[in-house]
Nanobody, 124 residues
């Protein structure tokens, strides 16, 4: 059974930082591309960042480029998202997801497995 478990969310002031983690089990982690997505109340889920199986290629949504950094540790089956210079508009539930084939994509419908999410709230 595949499980993706996010952690690291919380309440932070604008300008602050958080580091999200996503630990995977039940799959061959280095055979999957990984992504971070977020969904704010009343809005559609959107792609934030993705990374290929090796970590060699990453991509970011325009809204977070230069502030967020995605990384992975295949030895630990763990995906990370370092979020700096947080803004109130970054407030959302953050999800990690896994896609077979190892690709880096920001489209929700490409992904095979999803975590339950971790809440990030940025106060102004």
């Amino acid at each position: 059974q595949v499980r993706l478990v996010e952690s690291g969310g919380g309440l932070v002031q604008a300008g602050g930082s958080l580091r999200l983690s996503c630990t995977a089990s039940g799959l061959t982690f280095d055979g999957y591309g990984m992504g971070w997505f977020r969904q704010a109340p009343g809005k559609e889920r959107e792609g934030v960042s993705c990374i290929t199986w090796s970590g060699a290629v990453t991509n970011y949504a325009v809204s977070v480029k230069g502030r967020f950094t995605i990384s992975r540790d295949n030895a630990k089956n763990t995906l990370y998202l370092q979020m700096n210079s947080l803004k109130p508009e970054d407030t959302a539930m953050y999800y990690c997801a896994a896609v077979r084939g190892g690709w880096c994509m920001l489209r929700t419908y490409d992904y095979n497995y999803w975590g339950q999410g971790t809440q990030v709230t940025v106060s102004s």
